[in-house]
T-cell receptor, first 114, second 116 residues
């Protein structure tokens, strides 16, 4: 079993739809949970991060973490064509050592049509 | 603020040839990472530096891959000899404080390698 599982899609939705993206993980030591967005031929950029369990909202984006189920989600409201990209979940443990690298999911490719 | 710079953006080589990629992180960022992203996959860590020391290179295929970070700033990733399965985008990332806090990674645009 991979440490982080993510359905690669592709996912196609009409403009204005609510999008739900999900990841599951197996390592209970993970404490930081992030969503990166990657446009075609670009590097990933941080979209949202959450520490431990709970919800976090930023504009049209909401990130949820359920550590009891080892399940994280990203919701996009009122989706726009500019949201068309690959969304990567990423996570890591909490350590005092300077340098715990992120473990990434495969990424879900989203296409929003106008 | 300047982002993470990588070069070259694209490289095509024959198998068994060698190739080198260069990365200049964001100024002041102590931690530097090299990730490999194969088409349709998420980035996979190859090596992580803290200043000029290696923190984690457990997934680096050391028989053919090498990396260095001289003076704790720029870094070079080398592949010699290249195999077909090395075709991927090589992403360099840097972070201010590594594993502390959010440890947000800032990525460059990547170096796309095609091995024929």
């Amino acid at each position: 079993q991979k440490e982080v599982e993510q359905d690669p899609g592709p996912l196609s939705v009409p403009e204005g739809a609510i999008v739900s993206l999900n990841c599951t993980y197996s390592n209970s030591a993970f404490q930081y949970f992030m969503w990166y967005r990657q446009y075609s031929r670009k590097g990933p950029e941080l979209l949202m991060y959450t520490y431990s369990s709970g919800n976090k909202e930023d504009g049209r984006f909401t990130a949820q973490v359920d550590k009891s189920s080892k399940y994280i989600s990203l919701f996009i409201r009122d989706s726009q064509p500019s949201d068309s990209a690959t969304y990567l979940c990423a996570m890591r443990g909490n350590t005092n050592q300077a340098g715990t690298a992120l473990i990434f999911g495969k990424g879900t490719t989203l296409s929003v049509s106008s | 603020e300047a982002g993470v710079a990588q070069s070259p953006r694209y490289k095509i080589i024959e198998k068994r040839q060698s190739v080198a990629f260069w990365c200049n992180p964001i100024s002041g960022h102590a931690t530097l990472y090299w990730y490999q992203q194969i088409l349709g996959q998420g980035p996979k860590l190859l090596i992580q530096f803290q200043n000029n020391g290696v923190v984690d290179d457990s997934q680096l295929p050391k028989d053919r891959f090498s990396a260095e970070r001289l003076k704790g700033v720029d870094s070079t990733l080398k592949i010699q000899p290249a195999k077909l399965e090395d075709s991927a985008v090589y992403l360099c990332a840097s972070s201010l404080r590594g594993g502390q806090g959010t440890g947000e990674l800032f990525f460059g645009e990547g170096s796309r390698l095609t091995v024929l």
